[in-house]
């Protein structure tokens, strides 16, 4: 089994964070984005991207992220901030929008960086020269 890169534990640590899908939030997730589907994936794609196998596992992971949490609706943003803080005792303040924009703000770039890394350095390069200005005089 291959090591997880740093951004593909970054995405994972994150996902954890979140409650097992019976929650409401895997609900409000999937009319958000209207993909059950990929909604429904996302647990599995942690587990392959947990074991960075099969090979897409991660980039699977990253794509139903960007998906599931592309348009997150107000209620999802509650309800995201709740799950996270039922990590930490708040006594009986109700969470506002924050931990749920900041977890939202974080996942998309953790699964942006995933996508970008997919790519090997050769890649890169050869994606470089016949499409930027890598290749031009």
Known sequence: MREMTPAVERLVRLMILLPKHNHPLWKSITDDCGNYGEVTNMRWFVGDAAKMWPEGGPRNLAAAVLIGFGSPSEKTILL????????VP??????????GDAWVAQATAAAVEVLAQGLSRDDVLQEAKAHWTLGQN
């Open 90 to 99: 708040i006594g009986d303040a109700r969470p506002g929008p924050r931990a």
């Open 80 to 87: 995201l901030g709740e799950a996270i803080l039922r990590l």
